[in-house]
């Protein structure tokens, strides 16, 4: 009899032990993923909820928030714009490389967020797709867009680029009465009396009407147009991918060196740590 009960303890050990090493044992070690990851990827210490400021639109205008088009994977948010010179085109390539690299790739949704929807809207996916079939393209109205790029911490500025009206474009690049170029930041600035908004495109003005009270609001593209006076601008913006998890909260930054087998290897240790 008591050799009966000894044996019923052994096993009621062996099955709590099993238990433990299971609910406890196997769940990830946040500081050492976080090591391993890292540089290619920095990992928060707490994911964060962002799926209260993910509302986008597609090509059509069509409000769409960020889970329809993940559906249930995991999600890398790359913020640029079609007409990106060369760090868009360059980034969007290693983004794809990392993608057919990677082991895990079914389970992650590529999404190219445009910060100039004014330019871009329209093209979206047809842009996106053009790195990888599976990428998807959004974008937001502008006000929508501030609000996105804040909650995420996610940079993005115009940067104009003036020429004089009638110029020759031969002359591009050289500099003289006719052929220099300016680069200024467009900004908005708030009137503190009455709340009216007032468009300033020069860094001279931008701080005169700071010390007179004004507030910074950010950067209205609406207000840009290509003419012959703009002839063209650019968008600062930032360098770093963003990884949410599939229930959309922040989970890690990609940043620069944005190695694509290493990205790969992060990314797929990230998915099957944290799933």
Request: no cysteine; net charge negative.
């Given at each position: 009899?008591?050799?009966?009960?000894?044996?019923?303890?052994?096993?009621?050990?062996?099955?709590?032990?099993?238990?433990?090493?299971?609910?406890?044992?196997?769940?990830?070690?946040?500081?050492?993923?976080?090591?391993?990851?890292?540089?290619?990827?920095?990992?928060?210490?707490e994911a964060k909820s962002a799926s209260d400021q993910l509302h986008f639109i597609d090509d059509d205008s069509n409000d769409t928030h960020l889970s329809e088009v993940t559906d249930g994977k995991w999600a890398l948010l790359y913020f640029g714009y079609t007409s990106c010179p060369d760090v868009c085109p360059i980034d969007l390539s290693k983004i794809n490389l990392t993608h057919q690299l990677m082991t895990h790739s079914d389970k992650l949704q590529v999404v190219f967020v445009s910060v100039?929807?004014?330019?871009?809207?329209?093209?979206?996916?047809?842009?996106?797709?053009?790195?990888?079939?599976?990428?998807?393209?959004?974008?937001?109205?502008?006000?929508?867009?501030?609000?996105?790029?804040?909650?995420?911490?996610?940079?993005?500025?115009v940067v104009q680029t003036q020429a004089l009206?009638?110029?020759?474009?031969?002359?591009?690049?050289?500099?003289?009465?006719?052929?220099?170029?300016?680069?200024?930041?467009?900004?908005?600035?708030?009137?503190?009396?009455?709340?009216?908004?007032?468009?300033?495109?020069?860094?001279?003005k931008h701080m005169e009407l700071m010390e007179l009270g004004y507030e910074h609001h950010g950067h209205d593209m609406a207000q840009i147009e290509d003419s012959q006076e703009v002839a063209h601008y650019d968008i600062d913006h930032t360098s770093s991918y963003l990884l949410f998890s599939p229930d959309l909260k922040l989970t890690a930054l990609l940043t620069s060196p944005h190695e694509p087998p290493d990205m790969a290897k992060a990314i797929d240790l990230i998915i099957e740590s944290l799933r």
């Open positions: 009899m008591k050799k009966i009960t000894l044996l019923y303890l052994i096993l009621l050990v062996v099955v709590l032990s099993a238990a433990a090493f299971f609910f406890v044992g196997s769940k990830p070690n946040l500081e050492e993923l976080k090591n391993t990851v890292a540089p290619s990827a920095s990992l928060y210490p100039d929807p004014m330019r871009d809207l329209g093209k979206l996916d047809n842009f996106a797709s053009a790195f990888n079939s599976t990428f998807l393209g959004l974008t937001a109205h502008q006000d929508e867009l501030m609000t996105i790029s804040k909650s995420l911490g996610v940079y993005h500025e009206a009638k110029e020759d474009h031969s002359n591009h690049g050289e500099h003289g009465e006719h052929g220099e170029h300016n680069t200024f930041k467009v900004h908005e600035m708030i009137n503190p009396k009455n709340g009216d908004i007032q468009t300033v495109e020069s860094q001279e």
